[in-house]
């Protein structure tokens, strides 16, 4: 059974940067995320889950949403069985819990519906505030 563990965040002004980690734990023989679809989503209080970005288990198809678009970068590092997303130039509006999510695949491009992913982390929190 896939678990997910999100980190990286943290307190940062405004035009800072942060890179999320989100890594794998399972409890018997280890799995690869590059065996699944990743997402990361993020929850600002009072405001519903939004996708932000999606990266195929190649890492040859990634989508972000439009508001992060040319600030954020997803990155697999397969060595390290982890998946990140850098953020640069980060704004207040940024401000959320942010979560990685994950879908056994091979080959489908991203973006796939949200509720296609079946194994979700418990959230790591971004502050951007001066």
């Known amino acids: 059974q896939l678990q997910l563990v999100e980190s990286g965040g943290g307190l940062v002004q405004p035009g800072g940067s942060l890179r999320l980690s989100c890594g794998a734990t399972?409890?018997?023989?280890?799995?690869?995320?590059?065996?699944?679809?990743i997402g990361w989503f993020r929850q600002a209080p009072g405001k519903e889950r939004e996708a932000v970005s999606c990266t195929s288990n190649s890492g040859d198809s990634t989508t972000y949403v439009d508001a992060v678009k040319g600030r954020f970068t997803i990155a697999r590092e397969n060595a390290k069985n982890t998946v990140y997303l850098h953020m640069n130039s980060l704004k207040p509006e940024d401000t959320a819990v942010y979560y990685c999510?994950?879908?056994?695949?091979?080959?489908?491009?991203?973006?796939?519906?949200?509720?296609?992913?079946?194994?979700w982390g418990q959230g790591t929190q971004v502050n951007v505030s001066s």
């Open positions: 399972s409890a018997a023989t280890p799995l690869r995320l590059d065996d699944y679809i």
């Open positions: 999510a994950a879908k056994p695949d091979f080959g489908t491009n991203c973006p796939i519906p949200t509720k296609a992913f079946g194994v």
